[in-house]
């Protein structure tokens, strides 16, 4: 990505990426899972994760979009900074909607579609950068992905309690 469009060498752009890409994930890291254990009412861990997520989306959009290294490296920084800040608050909430009798089987499948995506993003990413002849309009292809995963966190956030209370309930019993 920088290489092409910044023109900078491989072991440059390399350097800068993982750098900048690497500080990002530690400091969202630290920034989320904090705000996502402050629990704040209802749904709390949901608001938090959509939040940082939205946030890295919006990095990301602007790191292809706004040309120059500088800008770029600071919108990898707050995005890779959203994305793991999403992580630890999205772990949590699954935790918290999946009864302790299914938790294996329920991270698995959380497992596997991390997974999924982690592969499938940049086998996309190449096949657009083909087909448009460009890197950049390449990643554009991630985006939409990327803000639908916003708009299904801020719509489930109202089930959330309803859900956490039948994940915790003794079995047999009818919670709401």
């Known amino acids: ?47 938090v994760a959509t939040a940082c997520l939205l946030v890295g989306a919006i990095g990301l959009s602007l790191a292809v979009l706004i040309p120059g290294v500088g800008l770029r490296m600071s919108m990898i920084a707050l995005s890779c900074a959203g994305f793991a800040g999403a992580m630890p608050n999205l772990t949590a909430a699954a935790a918290n909607v999946v009864p302790s009798a299914s938790r294996g089987m329920g991270f698995a499948v ?19 950068s083909d087909l448009t002849g460009q890197i950049g309009r390449g990643m554009l ?11 299904i966190l801020w719509w ?8 956490t209370a039948r994940a915790t ?3 047999g019993s009818s919670a709401v």
């Open 1 to 47: 990505f920088l290489e092409r469009l910044e023109g900078l060498d491989v072991d440059t752009a390399s350097g800068l990426a993982g750098g900048v890409g690497g500080t990002g994930i530690v400091i969202g890291i630290i920034i989320g899972s904090r705000l996502g254990d402050q629990e704040r009412g209802s749904a709390w861990r949901i608001l």
């Open 110 to 128: 959380l497992q596997f579609l991390t997974t999924l995506g982690g592969a499938f993003g940049p086998l996309l990413v190449g096949v657009m």
């Open 141 to 151: 292809v991630l985006l939409p992905p990327l803000f639908l995963s916003v708009a």
């Open 156 to 163: 489930v956030r109202g089930s959330y309690e309803a859900d």
């Open 169 to 171: 309930a003794p079995p």
